[in-house]
């Protein structure tokens, strides 16, 4: 079995097929676990856990492109960029609390920094962002979940949080660098505080991450799709789907020159691990 870590069946892509898409996921064995980037979205991902036996988690949290009101093409990374405009929302600690308590809610996601595009730290967002990370962390180590971290063109500021947490609160704080894209530098940096890094259908289709992917310890590394972005080869151009977690599994094997069957066995167990499911 496999596990998609990072999964957004909860957004409003899968409006119509959402469900068959899930049940197509748990026909391949494949779990996953939908995360959240406002509130609306948090909770659609905490609905979706709860109508499934097993299988299907939630992790509830606010994503940093969303403190800002412009219309901006986002999300992803420097292979894809998706056209939307986001709705500017405050963090709310006590209503995250209360979502983040619902059965199913495995982590606190997808929170971060996200400095793409930012010009001049217009109005301060850098600040902002930042101050809205820290509190989610804080949540986190409140309910002792793991944390889903995003981050673009930010890896030096979001160590320099870290480390502060870390120094503090050791173990007490972890979780997921998802969708890794640092260099081999930064990744010993996560690495060395415990954390576990993410890779999904960008390591099919570039070269950028393969040496991270093959030195770094298999015992930290995490599947995801990023769904419905981020479509892995050979489906590229296609919207994801988390049962294309294999196609990342795939390519982890040969990159390490391993089996499959390794890395699904490792992977799922490090998953297993972090979210306790
Ligand atoms: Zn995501």
């Given at each position: 079995?496999?596990?998609?870590?990072?999964?957004?069946?909860?957004?409003?892509?899968?409006?119509?097929?959402?469900?068959?898409?899930?049940?197509?996921?748990?026909?391949?064995?494949?779990?996953?676990?939908?995360?959240?980037?406002?509130?609306?979205?948090?909770?659609?991902?905490?609905?979706?856990?709860?109508?499934?036996?097993?299988?299907?988690?939630?992790?509830?949290?606010?994503?940093?492109?969303?403190?800002?009101?412009?219309?901006?093409?986002?999300?992803?990374?420097?292979?894809?960029?998706?056209?939307?405009?986001?709705?500017?929302?405050?963090f709310?600690?006590?209503?995250?609390?209360?979502?983040?308590?619902?059965?199913?809610?495995?982590?606190?996601?997808?929170?971060?920094?996200?400095?793409?595009?930012?010009?001049?730290?217009?109005?301060?967002?850098?600040?902002?962002?930042?101050?809205?990370?820290?509190?989610?962390?804080e949540?986190?180590?409140?309910?002792?979940?793991?944390?889903?971290?995003?981050?673009?063109?930010?890896?030096?500021?979001?160590?320099?949080?870290?480390?502060?947490?870390?120094?503090?609160?050791?173990?007490?704080?972890?979780?997921?660098?998802?969708?890794?894209?640092?260099?081999?530098?930064?990744?010993?940096?996560?690495?060395?505080?415990?954390?576990?890094?993410?890779?999904?259908?960008?390591?099919?289709f570039?070269?950028?991450?393969?040496?991270?992917?093959?030195?770094?310890?298999?015992?930290?590394?995490?599947?995801?799709?990023?769904?419905?972005?981020?479509?892995?080869?050979p489906?590229?151009?296609?919207?994801?789907?988390?049962?294309?977690?294999?196609?990342?599994?795939?390519?982890?094997?040969?990159?390490?020159n391993?089996?499959?069957?390794?890395?699904?066995?490792?992977?799922t167990?490090n998953?297993?691990?972090?979210?306790?499911?």
């Amino acid at each position: 079995m496999l596990i998609d870590t990072h999964a957004h069946v909860n957004f409003v892509v899968y409006k119509g097929d959402g469900d068959e898409v899930v049940k197509r996921t748990l026909a391949e064995d494949v779990w996953l676990i939908n995360v959240g980037a406002q509130e609306d979205t948090s909770r659609r991902a905490v609905e979706y856990a709860q109508r499934y036996p097993a299988g299907v988690f939630a992790a509830v949290g606010l994503h940093p492109i969303h403190l800002r009101a412009e219309h901006t093409e986002a999300h992803i990374d420097e292979y894809e960029t998706v056209e939307f405009s986001s709705r500017v929302e405050k963090f709310d600690y006590d209503e995250y609390k209360k979502l983040a308590q619902e059965p199913k809610v495995v982590a606190i996601g997808e929170v971060g920094l996200d400095y793409y595009r930012i010009k001049n730290n217009e109005s301060g967002i850098m600040e902002k962002q930042k101050e809205v990370f820290k509190k989610q962390i804080e949540l986190a180590i409140d309910l002792q979940l793991p944390l889903i971290i995003h981050c673009r063109n930010a890896h030096a500021d979001i160590l320099e949080i870290l480390n502060s947490y870390f120094m503090i609160h050791n173990s007490k704080i972890k979780g997921v660098i998802h969708s890794f894209s640092g260099r081999w530098s930064q990744a010993q940096e996560y690495l060395e505080m415990g954390f576990y890094l993410g890779f999904n259908g960008i390591i099919t289709f570039a070269r950028d991450y393969d040496r991270v992917v093959r030195e770094m310890p298999l015992t930290r590394l995490l599947l995801e799709t990023d769904c419905p972005y981020l479509t892995p080869i050979p489906f590229r151009g296609k919207r994801n789907e988390p049962s294309y977690v294999k196609y990342v599994a795939q390519r982890v094997a040969e990159l390490r020159n391993i089996t499959f069957e390794e890395v699904a066995e490792v992977t799922t167990r490090n998953a297993r691990e972090l979210f306790k499911i």
